[in-house]
C-alpha cells in the first residue's frame, strides 16, 4: 500500500507518480570492501583520466600548430582581403577541435559540457558568415585554449608518465629482479655509480624497500593525475562551452515555455470546469425555471417545487463558482496575505494542520500566488493518498528566498518519477528560479521543501 501512495502522491487528474522519494536510496549504492585509496591505481576511472592525459598531448600538439599557423597567416594577411578568410577558417577549425576536446572530456573524464552558441550570421552567404565567426566571442576563446592548453598538456603528460612508469616499475622490481637475477654482469638494480665505486639494489632489504616506495608512488600517481585532469576541466568548461549569459539565456526561454504551458494549461482547466461546472447547471437552471414559468397559471404547486429546486442549483452553482474563483486567485490571499490563506486552506484538508508563517512582510504578489498554490496542491494530495494523521506547514524568509515545507505522518513512498501533477508543480518552481525537494522513505514520513526567490 505504501507503493500505491508513492505512485499516488501528487497525482492531478489520474494515476501517475509523484516526487522522487529517498526510501532505500542506500541500498542499491555501490559499497567497495578497499579504501579509496588502494582501489584508486585500478579503478577505471584512474585509467580513463590517465588515458586523456595520453591522448591530450598529440591532440594538443595538432591543434596548436593549425592555430597558429593559421592565426599567424591570417594575421600577417589582413593588409589584404585574404586574411579575413583565412583568419575565419582557423578561428572555424579551432571551434571544430573543441567539439573533439568536448567529447574526450566527456567519455574520459566524465564532464558534461554543452554545445557553445554556434556562430550564424544574420544574412546567408559565405561573407556573413566570416563576420558571424569573427564577432563571436566563443570562437576567439577556442583559439585561446589551443594555444594555452598545449603547456599544460606536456606538463600533465610528463608527470603522469614518469609516476606512473617509476611508481609500477619500482614495485615490480622483485618479479623483476628474480626473473633477472643478474643483468649485464651485475647483481641488481644500480642506483648510482662512477668510476671509483658503485651502489646497487641487491639484498632482500633494497629490495623490499624499492617495492614499498614503488607502491607509494603507485597510490599517489591516480590522485596526482586527478589534481592534473581538474585544470583540464576548468579549461575546457570555461574556454570551450558556453557562457553563463548564453546558459543563463537558454534557460530562461525553456523556462517561458513552461510557464506558457502552465498559463495555457490553467486556462482549458478553467474553461472546463466553467463549462462542465457552473455552465451546466446554469443552462439546467435556465429550463427548469421555463417550465416554472409554464405551470404557474396551472399548477402552482408544482411550480414552487420547481422554483424550490432551482434555488437550490443556484446554490450550488455559487459555490461551484466561488471554488472556481479561489482557485484562480483567493481574495483573502490577496487581502490578507499568505497567513490567511494558507489556514484556510489547511482548514479544508481532512487531516489536523498546523501553520506557521514567519514573515515581518509579504513577498512579491506572483511569489506569493505560487507558495499559496503549492502549499494547496500539497495539501490536496495529503488528503487523498498519504493517509496521514496529521500535517504541518511552515513558511519562513531566508536571505532573498521564501521558504516553503510542508511535512505529513504518512505512508511515505513519495516518487516524482514521471510527468504526474507534482511534476508540473515543480516544474512551475523552476520556472521562476525555485526548487522543489522531497524526502519520503517508505513508512513516511513525508517532507516536501520548496523554496522560491522573494522578489519583494
Known amino acids: 500500500m505504501a507503493m500505491e501512495y508513492g505512485q499516488g502522491y501528487g497525482q492531478q487528474g489520474g494515476p501517475g507518480a509523484g516526487f522522487h522519494g529517498t526510501a532505500g536510496g542506500g541500498a542499491g549504492e555501490r559499497r567497495h570492501r578497499l579504501p579509496a585509496v588502494l582501489r584508486a591505481p585500478v579503478e577505471a576511472r584512474s585509467l580513463r583520466e590517465f588515458a586523456y592525459v595520453l591522448l591530450s598531448l598529440p591532440v594538443s600538439v595538432l591543434v596548436f600548430s593549425y592555430a597558429v599557423t593559421l592565426a599567424f597567416t591570417g594575421s600577417l594577411l589582413l593588409i589584404t582581403f585574404l586574411g579575413i578568410p583565412v583568419l575565419a577558417m582557423g578561428l572555424a577549425g579551432c571551434r571544430g577541435f573543441g567539439v573533439l576536446e568536448r567529447k574526450m572530456a566527456r567519455g574520459l573524464l566524465g564532464l558534461d559540457v554543452a554545445e557553445p552558441e554556434p556562430a550564424r550570421g544574420r544574412k546567408p552567404g559565405a561573407a556573413a558568415w566570416m563576420g558571424a565567426v569573427l564577432k563571436s566571442g566563443t570562437s576567439w576563446r577556442h583559439l585561446l585554449y589551443s594555444v594555452l592548453h598545449l603547456p599544460w598538456a606536456m606538463f600533465s603528460f610528463l608527470v603522469s608518465v614518469i609516476f606512473w612508469v617509476y611508481g609500477w616499475a619500482l614495485l615490480t622490481y622483485p618479479v623483476w629482479f628474480w626473473l633477472f637475477p643478474m643483468y649485464g654482469g651485475q647483481d641488481g638494480l644500480q642506483l648510482y655509480g662512477d668510476e671509483t665505486h658503485s651502489i646497487y639494489l641487491d639484498n ?84 427548469d425555471l421555463g417550465l416554472a414559468k409554464e405551470k404557474l397559471t396551472e399548477d402552482p404547486q408544482a411550480a414552487a417545487r420547481m422554483v424550490d429546486e432551482a434555488h437550490g ?12 474563483a479561489r482557485g484562480i486567485h483567493p481574495a483573502v490571499l490577496t487581502d490578507r496575505g499568505l497567513d490567511a490563506a494558507l489556514s484556510a486552506v489547511a482548514s479544508r484538508c481532512v487531516v489536523p494542520v498546523r501553520v506557521e508563517v514567519d514573515l515581518v512582510e509579504r513577498p512579491a504578489a506572483a511569489i506569493e500566488g505560487i507558495a499559496y498554490f503549492t502549499v494547496s496542491e500539497l495539501l490536496q494530495n495529503i488528503s487523498k493518498h498519504a493517509r496521514a494523521t496529521g500535517a504541518s506547514v511552515d513558511v519562513w524568509r531566508v536571505e532573498n528566498r521564501l521558504m516553503l515545507q510542508v511535512v505529513d505522518d504518512g505512508v511515505g513512498g513519495a516518487d516524482a518519477s514521471g510527468g504526474s501533477g507534482l511534476a508540473g508543480l515543480a516544474g512551475r518552481l523552476d520556472a521562476v528560479d525555485g526548487i522543489l525537494v522531497v524526502d519520503s522513505p517508505v513508512g513516511g514520513p513525508t517532507r516536501v521543501t520548496a523554496e522560491l526567490p522573494w522578489r519583494g
Open 204 to 287: 632482500p632489504f633494497e629490495i623490499t624497500v624499492t617495492a614499498l616506495v614503488g607502491l607509494l608512488f603507485t597510490m599517489a600517481t591516480p590522485w596526482i593525475v586527478r589534481a592534473l585532469t581538474l585544470v583540464d576541466r576548468v579549461m575546457v568548461k570555461g574556454l570551450l562551452g558556453p557562457t553563463r549569459l548564453a546558459t543563463r539565456v537558454v534557460e530562461l526561454e525553456s523556462d517561458r515555455g513552461v510557464v506558457v504551458d502552465t498559463a495555457a494549461a490553467d486556462l482549458r482547466r478553467i474553461e472546463r470546469d466553467l463549462h462542465d461546472g457552473a455552465q451546466a447547471r446554469l443552462v439546467s437552471l435556465a429550463m
Open 313 to 324: 442549483e443556484v446554490k450550488t452553482a455559487l459555490q461551484e463558482l466561488r471554488d472556481l
